[in-house]
């Protein structure tokens, strides 16, 4: 049986955060699971949340930003879903259109940490919502943040 799988990409922002949150959610709906993936690059090229003194510290950073995410999930929300986490090196929007190539569906913030940001999306949201071989969806920061499911619902 196959499940319905849904990528997010988290950057430690708060329009990451949303879309996580929003992710859960619509796994919980559809009986699917998350992969909340975080991309980190330490050679300049892109800038990042995590300033680091070399490549180890960037990608430690960079998990742990990733795991206080998750763990900011509710865990009524999170029943039932399985979430997984990875921390892969590379350009942002590279990383996230690979690993939603078999997915579902990819869930971005449309603004996280960039060196440039554009008036509607931010410049890795609006990248990979061309490149992405799968539905995207995209959180407004301005998007309140989910409701709590009810006790017992799915």
């Keep these: 049986m196959a499940t319905y799988r849904i990528v997010v990409g988290v950057d430690g922002s708060s329009g990451g955060q949303r879309a996580l949150q929003w992710a859960v959610h619509e796994a919980a709906a559809r009986g699917g699971t998350v992969q909340a993936v975080t991309a980190w690059s330490w050679d300049g090229i892109e800038i990042t949340p995590w300033v680091s003194a070399n490549p180890q ?19 009524h929300d999170r029943v039932g879903v399985t979430i997984a986490t990875e921390v892969v090196e590379g350009r942002a929007a590279d990383v996230l259109t690979a690993a939603a190539r078999s997915a579902d569906l990819l869930v971005l913030g449309s603004h996280g940490h960039s060196r440039i940001r554009h008036t509607v999306l931010g410049s890795v949201t609006d990248e990979c919502v061309r490149k992405a071989s799968c539905p995207v969806v995209v959180i407004p920061v301005s998007h309140p943040a989910p409701q709590p499911r009810p006790v017992g619902a799915r």
Excluded: M
Excluded at 62 to 67: D, I, N, R, T
């Design 57 to 75: 510290e960037a990608k430690e950073r960079a998990a742990s930003a990733l795991a206080r995410t998750v763990e900011s999930v509710p865990a």
